[in-house]
T-cell receptor, first 114, second 118 residues
């Protein structure tokens, strides 16, 4: 499968714990996006990378959230001191760039905070 | 920021009928409008998109129309089939350049649950 992949697919954690998610974009896609989706809603933008540079962060991304894309390939999203309100589907998308607008999504990581 | 409204929230049609989903956007600078199909428990799948320099685009049974003046765009599905049943999301994107890196982040509507009855 050469599409966007995410790991893990499901994560259950207790409130206060830290979690980290990984996204592997489509090969050669230099743009990578993180979105959050809650039940009955469309995805909401969290942050954006062009290669290894994080160029925009949403106001939704509190100080407890941090994202990296160290070598311009895979990306990680870490949530520290999780809260019940963090429960959601975390989606990653990648785009080729170079004038190509299309974003292709991964299967997501479903986070449940108990 | 951009705001996207989507209607209806649910749509039920008989197999073979047409389905139309409508979206409006607020920022006239938006220039890219994709539609995604999301089946239960699966990833959003890009099904069609349109750029602001085009008024209509068609791909087999699906088409998208864009009215820049009115700031609305629509998804049309003809000859619907049960496998078209899913949640459909519209989105809008504005190119925002920052430090040489253009961000085409998507602002999504709330989705339309389409049910095609056999």
């Amino acid at each position: 499968d050469t599409g966007v992949s995410q790991d893990p697919r499901h994560k259950i954690t207790k409130r206060g714990q830290n979690v980290t998610f990984r996204c592997d974009p489509i090969s050669e896609h230099n743009r990578l996006y993180w979105y959050r989706q809650t039940l009955g809603q469309g995805p909401e933008f969290l942050t954006y990378f062009q290669n290894e540079a994080q160029l925009e962060k949403s106001r939704l991304l509190s100080d407890r959230f941090s994202a990296e894309r160290p070598k311009g390939s895979f990306s990680t999203l870490e949530i520290q001191r999780t809260e019940q309100g963090d429960s959601a589907m975390y989606l990653c998308a990648s785009s080729l760039g170079l004038g190509a607008y299309e974003q292709y999504f991964g299967p997501g990581t479903r986070l449940t905070v108990t | 920021g951009e705001n996207v409204e989507q209607h209806p929230s649910t749509l039920s049609v008989q197999e073979g009928d047409s389905a139309v989903i409508k979206c409006t956007y607020s920022d006239s600078a938006s220039n890219y409008f994709p539609w995604y199909k999301q089946e239960l428990g699966k990833r959003p799948q890009l099904i069609i998109d349109i750029r602001s320099n085009v008024g209509e685009k068609k791909d087999q049974r699906i088409a998208v129309t864009l009215n820049k003046t009115a700031k609305h765009f629509s998804l049309h599905i003809t000859e619907t089939q049960p496998e078209d049943s899913a949640v459909y999301f519209c989105a809008a994107s504005i190119k925002k350049g920052r430090s040489g890196g253009s961000n085409y982040k998507l602002t999504f509507g709330k989705g339309t649950l389409l049910t095609v009855n056999p």
